[in-house]
């Protein structure tokens, strides 16, 4: 999980697509990893892993939010 906006934001758009893919091909399930602590977490205090994972995760889960079938809570 990177701390730079522009590696979360390339990854955050891989699972998108492999959302997309699932979706078309008709698969129900999708899995992804969530990164790791990396020695910039250690070196940047300000930069808080747990907020970047729940916000990536939430943007990855906004590409089925509006399918039918699928209820996700906040």
């Given at each position: 999980?990177?701390?730079?906006?522009?590696?979360?934001?390339?990854?955050?758009?891989?699972?998108?697509?492999?959302?997309?893919?699932?979706?078309?091909?008709?698969?129900?399930?999708v899995?992804?990893?969530?990164?790791?602590?990396?020695d910039?977490?250690?070196?940047?205090?300000?930069?808080?892993?747990?907020?970047?994972?729940?916000?990536?995760?939430?943007?990855?889960?906004?590409?089925?939010?509006?399918?039918?079938?699928?209820?996700?809570?906040?």
């Amino acid at each position: 999980m990177s701390p730079d906006l522009a590696g979360r934001k390339r990854r955050i758009d891989l699972v998108k697509r492999g959302i997309e893919i699932a979706r078309k091909l008709g698969v129900s399930l999708v899995t992804f990893g969530s990164g790791f602590i990396r020695d910039e977490h250690l070196v940047n205090p300000s930069v808080e892993p747990r907020e970047l994972l729940v916000d990536s995760i939430h943007q990855c889960l906004q590409a089925i939010r509006d399918d039918e079938g699928y209820y996700l809570a906040d």
